[in-house]
């Protein structure tokens, strides 16, 4: 009982602090409330101050910002022609750079075929012209380098080259004459006259002691007059260089012909020119020729015995007449003759012994019809060779001459290796008579050899019918 009675006490105390609590509570909202009221009104005060005043600020900011937007439409109108304008120089531009580049692949172009012509020009002038164009040459030459910094004055040198050129045909119509300097066969560098006709050029000296052909040599920097050897040929190039008028020889081979007839030798001057190594090839061809000559002979006067001689020779051997089978084969002469005389004094021996002694007489026979053959063989086999040695060591010469004076002068070393060719030459005129000399030979021999063999055959036959 006391329990629950301090359980409502308890519960009263708290409701009496809960009612004391929400009074207070009460007073401090009604507090609040008035609080806030004042600051709605202040706030409505300033946003009615406010208001007055945007509402004066809104026509002057709106007249600004007409303006404004005015100004900016005007700008953007300006800004896009401005673009516009932008981007019609932008193409401008890149049409320009376009024709620019065009016009300088034009222009090197026509450099380049300005080039080509000047290199064209100076190969086609003969040697005794280009002391006159070696300006004018100069300055083709040059334009390449000067075209982008000189580009009008680089053309202007290729133009004039171009009108020089012109200027040279139409003069040569008829003849081109012109001063200059040429040298003689002896070297010496004298001053005249040139008359260039077509591709060939008349010299004439200024006292007349140096007249004919002016050409080019390698290793000469003037051209060099090939005199005439006829005198009168000589009369007529200087009447016509000096006069202007007469006839005038010409070479339709440009000198060919002459350097030609230059080439042209004896046997003796060409067997010469193959050096030391000829004399050997000289020798072994003439002890070729002396053995294939004797041989020759010697084998052509061969003798076989005849058909009626060897008839009766093999009767007497079927009859068993030893004596009158002697007699017969004592008048045979020749290598058959002694063969067959050996068969006859062994007849009446058994037949291997016959036929070993007349075999023996065949074999003699065989290494005498064949002696000397084999030299001819020999000496068709050493003539290249002594042939190649001699083009060797005649290259070897060249080669140490060129180390001397070097390879300027083609026509040197050419010269040279001909004369080294030489030797092989003749080896081989040497080596293929022999050659045919030696297959003759042999068969000639061995022809010999097979009819004794049918000899010495017929004459067995018949010892073995005995």
Not at 109 to 114: A, C, D, G, V
Not at 170 to 186: I, P, V
Not at 341 to 356: H, I, S, Y
Request: hydrophobic share 45%; aromatic share 6%.
């Amino acid at each position: 009982m006391k329990f629950l009675l301090g359980v409502v006490a308890a519960c009263a105390a708290a409701v009496a602090g809960v009612a004391e609590e929400s009074v207070t509570n009460a007073v401090v909202g009604v507090a609040a409330a008035a609080e806030l009221r004042g600051r709605v009104e202040a706030s409505a005060r300033r946003l009615s101050e406010l208001r007055v005043r945007i509402a004066d600020e809104k026509i002057p900011l709106n007249q600004k910002l007409a303006k404004a937007e005015q100004t900016l439409s005007e700008l953007r109108t300006a800004y896009d022609a401005v673009r516009r304008q932008a981007d019609g120089s932008t193409l401008e531009m890149a049409a320009l750079r376009n024709e620019i580049k065009q016009r300088e692949t034009e222009r090197n172009y026509l450099s380049s075929l300005f080039g080509e012509y000047a290199r064209n020009f100076e190969t086609r002038l003969h040697i005794a012209e280009l002391e006159q164009y070696k300006e004018a040459l100069a300055s083709a030459r040059s334009a390449q380098e000067r075209l982008l910094d000189d580009p009008s004055g680089a053309f202007g040198d290729e133009l004039c080259l171009i009108l020089v050129s012109l200027a040279r045909l139409e003069e040569m119509a008829g003849g081109l004459t012109f001063k200059g300097r040429a040298s003689g066969e002896d070297g010496l560098v004298k001053e005249g006259k040139f008359l260039l006709f077509g591709p060939v050029a008349y010299f004439v000296s200024d006292d007349a002691a140096l007249v004919g052909v002016a050409s080019q040599r390698v290793g000469s920097l003037f051209p060099v007059v090939e005199p005439y050897v006829e005198p009168a040929m000589t009369e007529l190039v200087r009447k016509v260089v000096t006069e202007g008028e007469g006839q005038i020889p010409f070479d339709a081979s440009l000198g060919n012909a002459r350097k030609i007839e230059e080439l042209k030798e004896t046997v003796v001057e060409h067997f010469l020119k193959g050096g030391t190594v000829m004399w050997p090839i000289l020798l072994l061809f003439g002890c070729a020729m002396m053995v294939v000559t004797l041989k020759w002979l010697s084998l052509l006067f061969v003798s076989l015995p005849r058909a009626k001689r060897l008839a009766e020779l093999l009767a007497a051997v079927r009859q068993k007449d030893q004596e009158r089978a002697k007699a017969l084969a004592t008048t045979m002469r020749g290598m058959a003759g002694r063969m067959l005389k050996a068969g006859v004094e062994v007849l009446d021996q058994p037949r291997e012994l016959v036929e070993e002694a007349m075999f023996e007489k065949m074999l003699d026979a065989k290494t005498r019809l064949n002696r000397f053959i084999p030299f001819v063989a020999v000496a068709a086999a050493c003539a290249p060779l002594l042939g190649l040695l001699g083009t060797v060591t005649g290259i070897i010469s060249t080669f140490n001459l060129m180390t001397v004076f070097g390879s300027g002068d083609i026509k040197m070393l050419s010269s040279g290796i001909s004369e080294a060719l030489i030797t092989t030459e003749y080896g081989l005129y040497v080596a293929i008579p022999c050659v045919l000399a030696h297959s003759f030979l042999s068969r000639k021999a061995k022809s010999v050899a097979d009819k004794m063999e049918q000899v010495a055959v017929r004459f067995m036959c018949e010892v073995g019918k005995v």
